[in-house]
């Protein structure tokens, strides 16, 4: 099992570009996340998926955009890219009852 | 809003010593989850360990262990025999269960550990 999968692992975008980071879990989980961590700081929810078709806000959801067409599956997108969204970007998944997030590795994001 | 307030920005142990950090939360509801994850270098999240917060037992797993007071809204973790392996960023986050089943974590600032051989 691969787990959660993130890609790219990094990227430079310039202000005003937009991109999607792409996430991927094969364990089946209904659950998912992305998150955001600045440096120094700890993570803060941008967007949650509680199953296909089916997402919500988190805390920091402004300048975002998520879609949930099936299980595994998870993209989150940027549009118009600001230099205050330069970041490292987790996806993570869990089942229900555990409170156990599984994460991926990171993508570091710098928007110039 | 819940918070977690990591108020410890960085600790250092000598190896094979024992090392506490410290996490306080706020939270008006009385079932929740607290957590302690490590960030080594690599960036990935690891569960250290799990506390339900009905449970008065404290959460051990190995080496690590938690002090829950839960009047004081107080979660620390101790890590015995510290190892090299163990230097990390360490954060204390909180979640409450969600009707619909998500686990939405709220993360403290984090505690950079150092270990000294």
């Known amino acids: 099992n691969a787990g959660v999968t993130q890609t790219p692992k990094f990227r430079i975008l310039k202000i005003g570009q937009s991109m999607t980071l792409q996430c991927a879990q094969d364990?089946?989980?209904?659950?998912m996340y992305w998150y955001r961590q600045d440096p120094g700081m700890g993570l803060k929810l941008i967007y949650y998926s509680v199953g296909a078709g089916i997402t919500d806000k988190g805390e920091v959801p402004n300048g975002y955009n998520v879609s949930r067409s099936t299980t595994e599956d998870f993209p989150l997108r940027l549009e118009l890219a600001a230099p205050s969204q330069t970041s490292v970007y987790f996806c993570?998944?869990?089942?229900?009852?555990?409170?156990?997030?599984?994460f991926g590795e990171g993508s570091r994001l710098t928007v110039l | 809003a819940q918070t977690v307030t990591q108020s410890q920005p960085e600790m250092s142990v000598q190896e094979a010593e024992t090392v506490t950090l410290s996490c306080t939360y706020d939270t008006s509801e009385s079932d929740y989850y607290l957590f302690w994850y490590k960030q080594p270098p690599s960036r990935q999240m690891i569960l250290v360990i799990r506390q339900e917060a009905y449970k008065q037992q404290n959460a051990t797993e190995n080496r690590f262990s938690v002090n829950f007071q839960k009047a004081a809204k107080s979660f620390s973790l101790k890590i015995s025999d510290s190892q090299l392996g163990d230097a990390a960023m360490y954060f204390c986050a909180y979640s409450s269960p969600q009707i619909q089943g998500a686990q939405k974590l709220v993360f403290g600032q984090g505690t950079r550990l150092t270990i000294n051989p």
């Open positions: 993570a998944s869990s089942v229900r009852g555990t409170g156990e997030l599984f």
């Open positions: 364990m089946n989980h209904n659950y």
